[in-house]
């Protein structure tokens, strides 16, 4: 990106404004306004500390990849014409509608009478609870598109360019693969929190003894909707992923032919190319099988404690 562009000059303060302002809005929404000391209201605020926390996380995380996709986009947004962009748009817009409309009529994040049973006492009884979740689902449906549109354009005629340009579009993919993965891991942990919390709750909205069957169900809507969202980031990384890859070897196929004594690392260290797509793709998943083992194992201990 040219450094004289105001964005870039901008960079920081917008980041930290935009920090701030998130901040602000949180807690202004969610700051409670009296404390009482009874247990019943101990373990709500409890439940809203960590909820509210782990929103704040995925809020900031989300406007960070939210940014990296738009730097993305406007990099390479040369490489789709006007009919193109239109037709990108235009299917863009719809889905976002279609889903924002899905939102109001269902605000839970799996669709069905089990996720409304967890979350319609608590957002019933906290309905600033319920607008700040509308509004992180309501960002995070463009997010996910954009950084589908961004991987498109980073694979976009990846077959005629140079090593140096693969090299950059090789730390573009990453880039925005460590976001998306951090992205994912703060909001299946947030999705948590947020179910766990509303299994605290009767459909009356009072409070209720930690564990039992709701906090088992909570935990298994937990472990569908990472299983949804990681399946989902694993078919918009893998296509370009492997792309990116195969230019990669063509490249170096073609260097070792023209060269005698070639060497791959040193070939790799000139161009800036750290790694191949695919063992980034693969760090990625390594990192996220974990902490959805960590979910999964939530939901035994759930299960063991209902046996």
């Given at each position: 990106m040219d450094d004289s562009h105001w964005m870039t000059r901008w960079l920081g303060p917008i980041c930290v404004g935009g920090m701030m302002a998130v901040y602000g809005t949180y807690y202004l929404l969610l700051a409670p306004q009296e404390l009482k000391f009874d247990p019943a209201s101990l373990r709500d605020v409890k439940h809203l500390?960590?909820?509210?926390?782990?929103?704040?996380?995925?809020?900031?995380?989300?406007?960070?990849?939210?940014?990296?996709?738009?730097?993305?986009?406007?990099?390479?947004?040369?490489?789709?014409?006007?009919?193109?962009?239109?037709?990108?748009?235009?299917?863009?817009?719809?889905?976002?509608?279609?889903?924002?409309?899905?939102?109001?009529?269902?605000?839970?994040?799996?669709?069905?009478?089990?996720?409304?049973?967890?979350?319609?006492?608590?957002?019933?009884?906290?309905?600033?609870?319920q607008l700040v979740v509308n509004t992180a689902n309501g960002v995070g449906i463009p997010l996910s598109l954009f950084l589908l549109v961004a991987c498109v354009l980073v694979s976009r005629r990846v077959s005629s360019c140079s090593a140096t340009e693969l090299g950059e579009r090789i730390r573009w993919f990453r880039t925005l693969l460590y976001s998306a993965g951090a992205f994912l891991a703060a909001l299946i942990y947030e999705v948590f929190r947020l179910y766990q919390w509303g299994a605290s709750l009767s459909p009356s909205g009072e409070s209720l003894e930690p564990g039992g069957e709701r906090a088992g169900l909570a935990s298994s809507l937990t472990l569908a909707s990472g299983l949804i969202f990681s399946g989902f980031m694993a078919l918009v990384f893998l296509p370009t992923a492997i792309q990116l890859d195969h230019r990669e070897d063509a490249l170096v196929s073609a260097a070792a032919s023209a060269e005698a004594?070639?060497?791959?690392?040193?070939?790799?260290?000139?161009?800036?190319?750290?790694?191949?797509?695919?063992?980034?793709?693969?760090s990625y998943v390594a990192v996220l099988l974990p902490m959805l083992t960590g979910v999964l194992t939530k939901v035994l201990e759930a299960w063991v404690h209902l046996e």
């Open positions: 500390v960590l909820w509210g926390s782990s929103s704040l996380v995925l809020s900031l995380v989300m406007l960070w990849s939210l940014g990296i996709s738009l730097l993305v986009m406007r990099h390479y947004r040369g490489l789709l014409g006007r009919r193109e962009w239109g037709a990108v748009l235009t299917i863009g817009g719809i889905v976002i509608v279609g889903m924002v409309l899905l939102l109001i009529f269902n605000p839970g994040f799996v669709g069905s009478k089990a996720s409304d049973a967890i979350l319609g006492p608590l957002f019933n009884a906290k309905p600033r609870v004594k070639f060497d791959r690392a040193t070939w790799a260290m000139v161009h800036r190319i750290e790694e191949s797509p695919l063992t980034a793709l693969g």
